[in-house]
């Protein structure tokens, strides 16, 4: 599901709601939200259906009965939970915040088992950057245990994420580069959603992903959009090589 949710950006159309206020009104933005996507891969097309209580999200459907639900605090996003077809949780992410930032995530999988934990804590740097360190976590108590090998760094610009450097035992692997369009990414109305930083929340549109590792080139992504009257997407290529998409995302509004 994630590496579906990977592939995607996402869009519909809402009314907003009408103010009194001439000034209050002038500012709002009309809100745009994916009502459904498809995904077509290697011939084979899946749908996506969302579902909203305003600006928030409650869940994704997919076609072959998974469901990621959404649950919120306040106006943050506090749990996501991804259940199999029978109903059965089979993963969840937990947030908790500070001062109106995502300060950890707690993932759990119920396939390793009885379930496998590992807890992701952010660090927020002065020169604007985010660090990130992954720790074990005793899958039967939740005590916090040594950290991981694993930690990275975002570099974010105007709300999208253009660098990750991933490190393994504090020694960098991999950097990746991020170039974005000027147009309005689909989930950026979702409230909330920008704070999930380990979902890659941006404002605007990847359409180039260049990967090395220690400085050796491994290659590049490329997508292409085509977009309808107020800047979102309606159709996503998906690394295109030869002019040919690896695959294509359909959204519906």
Do not use: H, W
């Not at 106006?75 to 995502?102: H, P, Q, R």
């Not at 991981?148 to 975002?154: A, F, N, Q, R």
């Not at 035992?169 to 999930?196: A, H, P």
């Amino acid at each position: 599901m994630k590496k579906i949710l990977c592939l995607l950006s996402v869009t519909l159309l809402l009314l907003s709601s009408c103010s009194n206020d001439k000034n209050e009104s002038s500012n709002l933005e009309e809100s745009v939200f994916v009502k459904e996507i498809a995904v077509n891969y290697n011939g084979k097309t899946i749908t996506q259906k969302f579902s909203y209580d305003k600006n928030k999200i409650k869940s994704i459907t997919f076609q072959d009965g998974e469901k990621t639900n959404y649950t919120y605090s306040d106006n943050v996003i506090t749990k996501i939970e991804d259940l199999d077809a029978n109903g059965k949780l089979f993963s969840t992410m937990e947030y908790k915040y500070s001062n109106g930032k995502i300060y950890s995530c707690l993932r759990i999988e119920y396939d390793f088992g009885p379930q496998y934990k590992n807890l992701t804590k952010y660090i927020y740097n002065e020169d604007g950057t985010v660090s990130y360190q992954i720790y074990k976590v005793n899958a039967l108590n939740g005590a916090e245990q040594e950290k991981d090998l694993i930690s990275g760094k975002l570099f974010i610009k105007e709300g999208n994420i253009v660098k990750e450097e991933y490190y393994s035992n504090s020694v960098l692997e991999i950097s990746t580069l991020y170039e974005y369009d000027n147009k309005n990414d689909s989930f950026k109305n979702i409230l909330g959603y920008n704070l999930l930083l380990n979902l890659m929340p941006s404002v605007n549109n990847i359409i180039k992903s260049t990967k090395t590792t220690k400085d050796v080139f491994i290659g590049t992504t490329i997508n292409l959009y085509e977009y309808n009257s107020k800047g979102y997407p309606t159709t996503k290529m998906v690394d295109i090589v030869n002019g040919k998409p690896f695959s294509t995302v359909k959204y519906q509004y």
